[in-house]
């Protein structure tokens, strides 16, 4: 999952201190809504370091807690922006853990998922974008499904599935 959309200038003027505003806690909350409804809550939230990264994972946390979740977010030097993002998914894949939710930047997301996948990303990672995958131990992931935020809609192969 990309961040949630930021302010543009911090208090402090540093990048990484830059918080989320309050549309884009709106947007991040309409898509935890989505994957809450569907199921798909992970088991482990990973986040960058940087605050808006913090406060997204910390949405997602909150409201897997309302449904019974014991986990907290987990803050990961390899997400922040120029980390190791892909060698910190492959090394928990390789230990057996169940697939967290990595809440991190772009264009190292975008690098992240690409690797993963063997080939270009569907869509481009708007703020707030969530893209499921499956690892595998032996060869690219596969695609499960992608949330535009934008229009919260869980895309299944390019098609949205309905919510009605």
Do not use: C, Y
């Amino acid at each position: 999952m990309r961040h949630g959309p930021a302010e543009d200038q911090s208090a402090t003027g540093r990048d990484e201190d830059r918080a989320l505003t309050t549309p884009g806690r709106e947007r991040v909350r309409g898509v935890v809504r989505l994957l809450l409804g569907e199921g798909e809550m992970p088991a482990r939230v990973l986040a960058s370091r940087l605050v808006r990264a913090q406060q997204t994972a910390d949405l997602v946390v909150a409201a897997a807690k309302a449904g019974g979740w014991r986990g907290a977010t987990e803050t990961v030097p390899e997400l922040a922006p120029g980390g190791r993002g892909v060698e910190l998914v492959r090394a928990l894949f390789v230990a057996g853990a169940v697939a967290p939710m990595v809440v991190g930047h772009e264009p190292d997301l975008t690098a992240l998922v690409e690797r993963l996948l063997d080939a270009a990303l569907p869509a481009p990672m708007d703020k707030a974008m969530v893209v499921a995958l499956e690892v595998h131990a032996d060869g690219p992931a596969t695609l499960r499904f992608i949330i535009e935020p934008r229009n919260p809609a869980l895309l299944h192969d390019g098609r949205a599935r309905s919510h009605a």
